[in-house]
T-cell receptor
C-alpha cells in the first residue's frame, strides 16, 4: 500500500465551478500537509501548507486536513482556466527528511 | 534571485554513459534533494542533503551518486545510464534542515532519455 493515495483524474470542470481534490494516507504520524501545483513541463510550486488538522484559506483556495479520517482536501472556488494543472499532495512526519507525494490529479478548467 | 536552477533541461544518453545533472540554489537553503517523476509513480526521492558535506539516500538511490561540497550546489551523477532511468528529474531545496517546515522550492526539471 502506498503511503499516499491520490486519484489521478483527469478532472474536467467548467469555469466558475468549485473543485475538490483529495488525498488519503496511511501513516498516522504525518503532521505537515501541502498542496503543490504543477503546470505542464514545469516544476511543482507550493500552493498551500498546513500543520496538523484544520482548515486554511488563501484567496480562492482552501486546504482541509482530517487526521481522524487520514484525509486531506483542496478546494478551489470560482475556478479559472489558469487553474488547469496537475495538483500534488505531499505530507511528512514531524522529524522526517522527505515528503511523501501523491501521484497528482490532472485538472482542466474549460472556459 | 534565481531560486533553484537545473541544467541541462533536456538530455539524451546512450545506455552505459555517465553524466551529471547540475542543481544550484541561491537562497542559502540548508536542505537540498533530488526527485524523479514518472507517470503513475509520482515524485520519488533519490538522495538528499541537510547541509554541506552531509548526504543520505532516499527511496530510489541505486544508480545515482551525489555530493554536497557547498551550500549552493548539489549535483546528481548517473554512473552508468540505463533505460529505467529515463525520467524527469527535479531538484528541490528547503530553508530548514527539518523537512517538515516550510516546504520545497523546485527547479524546472531535467528531462532525461536513455536509449
Amino acid at each position: 500500500q502506498k503511503e499516499v493515495e491520490q486519484d489521478p483524474g483527469p478532472l474536467s470542470v467548467p469555469e466558475g465551478a468549485i473543485v475538490s481534490l483529495n488525498c488519503t494516507y496511511s501513516n498516522s504520524a504525518f503532521q505537515y500537509f501541502m498542496w503543490y501545483r504543477q503546470y505542464s513541463r514545469k516544476g511543482p510550486e507550493l500552493l498551500m501548507y498546513t500543520y496538523s488538522s484544520g482548515n486554511k484559506e488563501d484567496g480562492r483556495f482552501t486546504a482541509q486536513v482530517d487526521k481522524s479520517s487520514k484525509y486531506i482536501s483542496l478546494f478551489i472556488r470560482d475556478s479559472q482556466p489558469s487553474d488547469s494543472a496537475t495538483y500534488l499532495c505531499a505530507m511528512n512526519i514531524d522529524t522526517g527528511n522527505q515528503f511523501y507525494f501523491g501521484t497528482g490529479t490532472s485538472l482542466t478548467v474549460i472556459p | 534571485n534565481a531560486g533553484v536552477t537545473q541544467t541541462p533541461k533536456f538530455q539524451v544518453l546512450k545506455t552505459g554513459q555517465s553524466m551529471t545533472l547540475q542543481c544550484a540554489q541561491d537562497m542559502n537553503h540548508e536542505y537540498m534533494s533530488w526527485y524523479r517523476q514518472d507517470p503513475g509513480m509520482g515524485l520519488r526521492l533519490i538522495h538528499y542533503s541537510v547541509g554541506a558535506g552531509i548526504t543520505d539516500q532516499g527511496e530510489v538511490p541505486n544508480g545515482y551518486n551525489v555530493s554536497r561540497s557547498t551550500t549552493e550546489d548539489f549535483p546528481l551523477r548517473l554512473l552508468s545510464a540505463a533505460p529505467s532511468q529515463t525520467s524527469v528529474y527535479f531538484c528541490a531545496s528547503s530553508l530548514f534542515r527539518r523537512q517538515g517546515v516550510g516546504g520545497y522550492t523546485f527547479g524546472s526539471g531535467t528531462r532525461l532519455t536513455v536509449v
